[in-house]
């Protein structure tokens, strides 16, 4: 009896050891991999800004912008490719010139050149809206980027009259938020009424995009237009991460009590079953075991499940996906452009003062219009801050983590897939 009792303990000790061993070994994973969730708690903020990908697209870009300009300086502007007669998105990107704010146009503007396709080109028409309502004060107003893009322009070049003075006057009293929704109508106005294109797309100045950008976005736009029978406003290219979380970030939030209660209470049931049928396993399944393991164990993994933040373990899947309960950011995203007359004029409306976002979703909830999100991440904000509205940031960067954990040679296979697939295999060569 003596020596059976000792035999047990023994087995419920090695089993309490193992079960701390594979605690302490999935703490040590999560602070490994998952530093970058901002809903996570194994965050680190000093490590989770570290750049990925980015680091190589900005090579990319930089690399792009300098043969552009080389190529340029040689009088050899006739060989970028432009817009086709059916180009299918009308991108803007918006650039405000701001004494504290560093300027990427270039580099986003490069971003989303390099690497494509002469099929991919003639199906976009880019613009830059040059926001400020002195354009000669922006370093970029009149450079090389004029040549390879479709059109420059200014709001003075859009716009008259009280709206002007609007812009005016809200720039003059550093009103971020209202100026930034004014010129978020500028841009989507500007390609609606001198472009034909079903899509437009507006994005930040100071975003990056990933390699094959352009091809993902319209294989998502075909998708949403051939399984998606409902009305819609925008698909969003880019989110910040404290978008993708649980409900609630407390130890014993997301009903952890009932459901290590509902895994658990099966779990034993099993094991006592097993262990009245098996004389071999019955010294392993004493009961000091069981108590480990339905009770100490699962409801431990079951709380290091949610505590390591739902987009480190249940990452979302790559495509597109209905969004209309959460969701940011607005720093790249496509329009449907039966949406935009309406939109325009409820953004607007100067009875209110809403971030242009937060104008957006409420447009978008009023009509009863779905969002659609498009994984994975295919853009970076390079600012952190809104370069539209600065002071809607002040608490977290607008980051995304997914962005950096991109792998080069991946986005290359599926952008030469996805252009075959678009365009026919000719369009690669």
């Not at 059976?4 to 994973?29: G, M, N």
């Not at 009149?142 to 809200?170: I, M, Q, Y």
């Not at 069981?290 to 739902?310: D, H, M, S, V």
Request: glycine letters at 6%; a negative charge.
């Amino acid at each position: 009896m003596a020596l059976l009792q000792r035999c047990v303990a023994s087995h419920s000790l090695r089993l309490l050891l193992a079960v701390c061993f594979l605690f302490l070994l999935a703490i040590w994973y999560g602070k490994a991999h998952f530093y970058r969730d901002p809903l996570s708690a194994f965050y680190d903020p000093s490590r989770a800004f570290e750049r990925g990908y980015s680091f190589q697209r900005e090579k990319e870009a930089q690399d792009w912008k300098i043969e552009a300009v080389r190529r340029l300086h040689q009088s050899d502007a006739e060989s970028f490719p432009k817009k086709g007669d059916d180009a299918r998105i009308c991108a803007v990107f918006i650039t405000f010139k701001r004494e504290e704010n560093s300027e990427y146009i270039d580099l986003a503007v490069s971003s989303a050149l390099a690497n494509l396709k002469l099929a991919e080109r003639e199906n976009i028409d880019i613009r830059i809206y040059f926001a400020n309502t002195k354009p000669e004060v922006h370093p970029a107003w009149h450079s090389w980027l004029d040549d390879v893009v479709d059109e420059s322009f200014t709001a003075s070049e859009h716009v008259s009259g009280p709206l002007w003075e609007r812009l005016e006057r809200l720039e003059m009293d550093k009103d971020y938020v209202g100026k930034g929704r004014l010129d978020y109508t500028v841009a989507l106005d500007r390609c609606w009424s001198n472009s034909s294109a079903p899509y437009i797309a507006i994005i930040e100045g100071d975003v990056l995009l990933a390699e094959g950008w352009l091809a993902r976005t319209i294989s998502g736009l075909l998708h949403i237009a051939k399984t998606e029978h409902v009305d819609w406003l925008d698909l969003r290219l880019f989110g910040a991460d404290v978008s993708i979380g649980w409900a609630s970030k407390e130890l014993l939030g997301n009903n952890v009590f009932w459901i290590s209660l509902g895994v658990g209470l099966p779990v034993l049931m099993f094991l006592i079953l097993l262990r009245r049928r098996s004389q071999t396993l019955n010294p392993h399944l004493s009961t000091p075991s069981l108590f480990i393991i339905c009770f100490i164990a699962i409801p431990g993994f079951i709380i290091l499940f949610f505590q390591a933040g739902k987009g480190s373990t249940l990452p979302v899947i790559s495509g597109v996906h209905r969004q209309d309960t959460f969701g940011c950011c607005t720093q790249a995203q496509v329009f449907n452009r039966q949406q935009i007359p309406d939109l325009v004029e409820h953004m607007r409306n100067e009875e209110f003062n809403l971030p242009h976002d937060l104008a957006i979703n409420q447009f978008r909830r009023d009509r009863g219009l779905a969002r659609f999100a498009l994984y994975p991440i295919i853009a970076q904000h390079f600012g952190f801050h809104s370069i539209i509205n600065p002071n809607r940031s002040e608490e977290m960067p607008i980051w995304s983590i997914g962005f950096e954990d991109l792998k080069p040679s991946r986005l290359a296979q599926d952008h030469e897939k996805m252009v075959k697939e678009i365009y026919g295999s000719d369009a690669w060569s």
